[in-house]
């Protein structure tokens, strides 16, 4: 069966300081995958998708960069935050094809605090 | 501009009664529409989804229905356990703006369901 990790789980960083945020796959290849925020009180806003290595689309422009090194590895990074990065970040999976119907499944999450 | 939306952010219901989630989408070109039940300090995790083509599908407890010509969707649950109290995200599928396998998930903003005793 298919798994996604993400870590960390809780992170509270300083405005001006980096970020990385990774997010594995197990048990599928090729997937697409993506990252996305939940700010305060929001709906799940998309940042990023990528249908392969090295292959990374923004959906919005911000502070945050990602990268695909590994099939199954995604990257959120950032080189300084800001206190409106702070908020619950997900990474998502879905199968290739149209067969999928548009299904994603989603990690556990990163509470990220930004003071 | 929101595409799909939830204007009810939240909803109390007592145990063994009917939830009635809604959900509007202003796009035409959807081809799938999605529930997702959400846990606080959680991902999503997916409950049922339907397809543009379709205006019913039951799955259990959770039925979802579709009504093209007004734009919106709904999500039954019966009967409603304490278990369900959730945020619950209506979501809409489609190739816009992709490219080659990727389907765009466009989410609402959530509807908090309380179940209560």
């Known amino acids: 069966s298919q798994t996604i990790h993400q870590w960390p789980a809780t992170l509270v960083q300083p405005v001006g300081s980096p970020l990385s945020l990774e997010c594995t796959v197990e048990g599928t290849s090729n997937p697409n995958l993506y990252w996305y925020r939940q700010a305060a009180g929001r709906g799940l806003q998309l940042l990023f998708y990528s249908v392969g290595i090295g292959q990374i689309s923004s959906e919005v422009p911000q502070n945050l960069s990602a990268s695909r090194p590994q099939d199954r590895q995604f990257i959120l990074s950032s080189k300084k935050l800001l206190l409106s990065d702070s908020g619950f970040y997900l990474c998502a999976w879905s199968a290739r094809g149209k067969e999928n119907r548009g299904e994603q499944f989603f990690g556990p999450g990163t509470r990220l605090t930004v003071l | 501009d929101q595409q799909v939306k939830q204007n009810s952010p939240s909803l109390s219901v007592q145990e063994g009664r009917i939830s009635i989630l809604n959900c509007d989408y202003t796009?035409?070109?959807?081809?799938?529409f999605l529930w997702y039940k959400k846990y606080p300090a959680e991902g999503p995790t997916f409950l049922i989804s339907i397809s543009s083509i379709k205006d019913k599908n039951e799955d259990g407890r959770f039925t979802v229905f579709l009504n093209k010509s007004a734009k919106h969707l709904s999500l039954h649950i019966v009967p409603s356990q304490p278990g369900d109290s959730a945020v619950y995200f209506c979501a809409a599928s489609g190739d816009m703006g992709f490219t080659g396998t990727a389907s765009k998930l466009t989410f609402g903003t959530g509807t908090r369901l309380q179940v209560t005793l």
């Open positions: 796009n035409s070109m959807f081809d799938y």
